[in-house]
Each structure stands twice: as structure tokens, then as C-alpha cells.
């Protein structure tokens, strides 16, 4: 079975009032990241110290809290469960439709499935097998540019 890894990145955004560039629509976000946390088994969501929302949604997760060393973040890291998922999934954007964490990344054991990065902006997974890759080119905005290898 052939399996690729993607990085797409969204050619069309806008910015927030904090200077942040952001989908201009997210409506793939939820879609997409239910696909992998479906097959994940941890998860870790990294948010600027200066963005309470963000935080506050973060640390509802129940995940283990801990400052990055580089400066400026927190990260919430925790195990995918139901609850973590329905959690992920509804608290995942703001009221304005825009993802609400600077990062979420899946792992499946020590690997990193996927990556929602940039407030969404970015996008990798790798594991993709054929059928996922062409719901995932459905999903993703016409805009985005979309770079896909086939894996070894």
C-alpha cells in the first residue's frame, strides 16, 4: 500500500487585529483534524503566553501543562481520548471560525502524524493513503498549495 506525506499551505488569508495571519476560512480545520485524531494516540497544542482565549481552551483539555524554554509559549500535551477529541474538536476555533491554537500536532507512538500549524495556515501529515489524500485535496480551500511525496 502506497502512503504520502503532504504539507499544504493555505495561499489565501487574512489577518487578525493581533497581527496574526489566518484562514480566511477554516471551515476543512474540523474536518480534517477529526480524520487524524481518529488515528492518533497523543496529542500537543503549543499557544503564546499572551493569548488567554487560547490557553484557557487549551488547559480545559486536562493536559499537562509546561512553558516552552525557547520563550513566549505554553505547551498541553495529553493522550487522545473521546473526550480530548470532542474537546480538540469544539474548542479548536474561536467564534470567529479561526483556529485558536498557534499549533496542534498528532502523534502515533513517537511519530508525528499530523500538524495544523500557523493557526491553521499550515498544514502536514504523513501516513496518507491514497483515499485519504484525495478527501483531503476535497477539503482543503482550491487556494491552498498542496506538495505530496509518496513515502518510502
Do not use: K
Not at 23 to 36: E, L
Request: proline residues 4%.
Amino acid at each position: 500500500m502506497t502512503t504520502h506525506t503532504i504539507i499544504a499551505t493555505l495561499g489565501e488569508t487574512r489577518e487578525t487585529p493581533d497581527g496574526h495571519s489566518v484562514p480566511i476560512s477554516a471551515d476543512f480545520w474540523r474536518p480534517v483534524v477529526q480524520m487524524f485524531l481518529s488515528r492518533a494516540d497523543r496529542f500537543r497544542i503549543d499557544c503564546w503566553n499572551d493569548e488567554d482565549d487560547a490557553l484557557a481552551a487549551a488547559a480545559v483539555l486536562g493536559a499537562a501543562e509546561r512553558p516552552d524554554m525557547s520563550g513566549g509559549m505554553t505547551v498541553f500535551e495529553g493522550r487522545v481520548s473521546a473526550e480530548a477529541t470532542r474537546s480538540i474538536i469544539s474548542r479548536g476555533l474561536d467564534g470567529d471560525g479561526t483556529p485558536r491554537w498557534f499549533s496542534l500536532f498528532l502523534y502515533l507512538g513517537e511519530e508525528q502524524m499530523f500538524s495544523s500549524e500557523h493557526y491553521g495556515t499550515r498544514l502536514t501529515a504523513s501516513g496518507v493513503e491514497d483515499e485519504d489524500l484525495t478527501l483531503l485535496r476535497a477539503l482543503l480551500p482550491a487556494s491552498a498549495g498542496v506538495a505530496i511525496d509518496e513515502d518510502e
